[in-house]
């Protein structure tokens, strides 16, 4: 959406990255209505059938491959209950949705079309065997060499219902044995909800798209949320008729920890973004208490403030890098928004993009090697990777769709981002190898999403 922020008693409209620079400047913002009302939302996500000529959404190969799974699945005789068949396979079709979306496999011989492949494979890594036996599922997992060691095995109730919470727990512990990180599945995901006639809020879902839950609470614009590493602070941006103001909400359940939320910032001027250290103690953030927009650090106990940089133009979007050394961040300082990298230590700054009128949104792999990015081509936005020296370019997404404001989850292996594919902005999942597209959530039309933020942690207690 080009041109400048639209609010509740001007337009209706959705802020993009690209109205970003622009709508930063725009203050003097009317605010009305209600800040949310209940969502509906469908049964499902909706998913693109295979043969869907609408998707022109291409994803490049960013240096992880999954793991090809194939999956068996018998009952053993002589079971008891006469109706236990009947919850087999829905217990599969469960299974082997939230083995795809861990983002860890792909699935050979599966019951579903999740994460299926086209073709036989030329190899195949580990073989899933689920038996059934009355009201029991054994799931093995064995690697699939001569030798068939045993991996995982756990065994699942077959209640009346399956109940997925209980599967996406077994996924989870199956994805930590093999990898030694948490499992993603049930993580919470913020982003940015603008509804008709409503100002934007922040609200969380999981990566099912499920429990829907309103995080910000106030009658201003909120944009531009950011999760603490630990997942129990988030940091956004209030926009109103005094300005724009950098907020830190602590969201830990704990009432006496919640009287500290507090603003970073005073209203007014372009203060703007904000990304956590890696340990959670500072924060870098626009201010611009000079009526130029730098980057600063925020000591969050002494509250104590140091500037990063000083150039003329508007500098924001910082992102920490993993290593809490550098910092990436978008400046306009060459008449053009473009991302930059900072040395902590030296202070030493270096431009990362050089093609392109617009370049924006920068974000950190986590294992530091990669940052994701937007890039405005063919009046299009797209998102690129590029590696932490500006080199090895790579799209991750292209077509005639708009494309934005990427992020990783937090193991690297998936990508939340936010496209118009539908004709409103909506919350889009990847694999990092690129495969296994779907949407997140289940919002109706002309509500838009934007400015996503992962976090591993799960059951957000409502502010």
């Not at 219902?161 to 093999?178: I, P």
């Not at 995080?215 to 109103?240: F, V």
């Not at 306009?332 to 900072?342: A, M, S």
């Not at 920068?362 to 936005?381: A, C, M, Q, V």
């Amino acid at each position: 959406m080009p041109g400048w922020l639209r609010a509740p008693g001007l337009c209706a409209g959705a802020l993009s990255t690209a109205a970003l620079w622009s709508s930063l400047l725009f203050t003097n913002v009317p605010v009305t209505g209600l800040p949310f009302s209940p969502v509906a939302q469908a049964q499902e996500p909706p998913t693109r059938p295979p043969d869907d000529p609408a998707q022109d959404i291409l994803i490049e190969g960013l240096g992880f491959s999954k793991l090809i799974l194939a999956v068996s699945a018998h009952e053993e005789p002589g079971g008891a209950d006469p109706a236990a068949g009947s919850r087999f396979r829905p217990a599969l079709q469960l299974i082997e949705k939230n083995l795809c979306w861990s983002g860890l496999f792909n699935l050979w011989r599966g019951v579903t079309r999740h994460c299926a492949l086209g073709s036989e494979p030329s190899r195949i890594d580990m073989v899933l065997q689920l038996t059934r036996r009355d009201r029991v599922l054994a799931a093995r997992l064995k690697d699939a060499g001569p030798e068939g060691v045993v991996l995982y095995e756990e065994n699942l109730e077959l209640a009346e219902s399956v109940a997925e919470q209980a599967v996406m727990e077994l996924v989870n512990r199956l994805s930590q044995r093999l990898t030694g990180k948490p499992g993603l599945l049930g993580s919470t995901i913020a982003f940015v909800l603008r509804q008709p006639s409503y100002a934007k809020v922040i609200v969380s879902v999981n990566t099912h798209g499920d429990q829907l839950l309103l995080l910000s609470r106030n009658r201003e614009i909120n944009l531009l949320p950011r999760w603490s590493p630990d997942g129990m602070a988030l940091l956004y941006t209030m926009l109103s008729n005094q300005g724009s103001a950098v907020y830190l909400e602590d969201l830990s359940g704990e009432p006496a920890r919640a009287a500290s939320s507090r603003f970073l910032t005073p209203h007014g001027g372009l203060n703007s973004g904000g990304a956590f250290s890696p340990d959670g103690k500072r924060v870098a953030l626009t201010m611009s208490p000079d009526n130029n927009a730098d980057l600063y650090e925020v000591e969050l106990e002494t509250r104590t403030t140091r500037q990063l940089t000083s150039r003329q133009g508007i500098e924001t979007q910082a992102d920490w890098s993993p290593d809490g050394k550098r910092i990436v961040f978008v400046s306009d300082r060459t008449g053009t928004p473009q991302v930059y990298l900072l040395e902590l230590e030296t202070g030493e700054e270096l431009r990362l993009t050089f093609e392109g009128t617009y370049n924006a949104d920068p974000r950190w792999s986590p294992d530091g090697k990669s940052i994701l990015f937007t890039r405005r081509e063919d009046n299009r936005d797209q998102v690129y990777i590029m590696d932490a020296y500006g080199e090895r370019l790579r799209p991750v997404t292209r077509g005639r769709f708009d494309a934005e404001q990427a992020t990783w989850s937090p193991d690297g292996h998936q990508i939340v981002f936010s496209s118009n594919r539908t004709g409103d902005f909506k919350l889009y999942v990847v694999s990092a190898d690129g495969s296994n597209l779907r949407r997140l959530t289940r919002t109706p039309a002309l509500f838009e999403e934007s400015s996503p933020t992962w976090t591993l942690r799960r059951n957000i207690p409502r502010p």
